[in-house]
C-alpha cells in the first residue's frame, strides 16, 4: 500500500513561517511530479505548488516569492517553506502525486490526508 504522509501544520502569526513535510511510504519506486494543493473552509482545492521528478518547481501566483517547495527523492520525501504567510494561506494543505509506481510496477494517483495551517494574530 502506497500512502502519503503530511507533517508541520500548525498556528502561526500573519508574516510568520512554516515547514510542511510529505512523506510516501510503502513500496515505492518512481515518484513523478508531486505537488501541494490547498484547500480553505467554503472554497475549492487549489494547487499550490509543484515540483518535477528532477526538481523543476511551479508555483501559484499568490505564493509565488514566499514559498518554496523542494523534494528529497532519496527520502521520499516533499517539503514546502512557507514564508511571509498571511491569513488568507490558512487552509488544509494536501499533498498530491498524480503516479506513483509501486515494486510491482502498479501505478497509483496519491493524496495525503492533509494538514491544518492557521493564520491568526
Known amino acids: 500500500q502506497v500512502r502519503l504522509v503530511e507533517s508541520g501544520g500548525g498556528l502561526v502569526q500573519p508574516g510568520g513561517s512554516l515547514r510542511l513535510s510529505c512523506a510516501a511510504s510503502?513500496?515505492?519506486?518512481?515518484?513523478?511530479?508531486m505537488a501541494w494543493y490547498r484547500q480553505a473552509p467554503g472554497k475549492e482545492r487549489e494547487v499550490v505548488a509543484s515540483?518535477?521528478?528532477?526538481?523543476?518547481?511551479n508555483y501559484s501566483d499568490s505564493v509565488k516569492g514566499r514559498f518554496t517547495i523542494s523534494r528529497d527523492n532519496a527520502k521520499k520525501t516533499m517539503y514546502l517553506q512557507m514564508n511571509a504567510l498571511k491569513p488568507e494561506d490558512a487552509a488544509v494543505y494536501y499533498c498530491?502525486?498524480?503516479?506513483?509506481?509501486?515494486?510491482?510496477?502498479?501505478?497509483?494517483?496519491?493524496w495525503g490526508l492533509g494538514t491544518l495551517v492557521t493564520v491568526s494574530s
Open positions: 498530491n502525486v498524480d503516479r506513483i509506481v509501486g515494486a510491482k510496477g502498479l501505478e497509483y494517483l496519491v
Open positions: 510503502g513500496s515505492v519506486v518512481i515518484i513523478d511530479t
Open positions: 515540483i518535477t521528478r528532477d526538481g523543476r518547481p
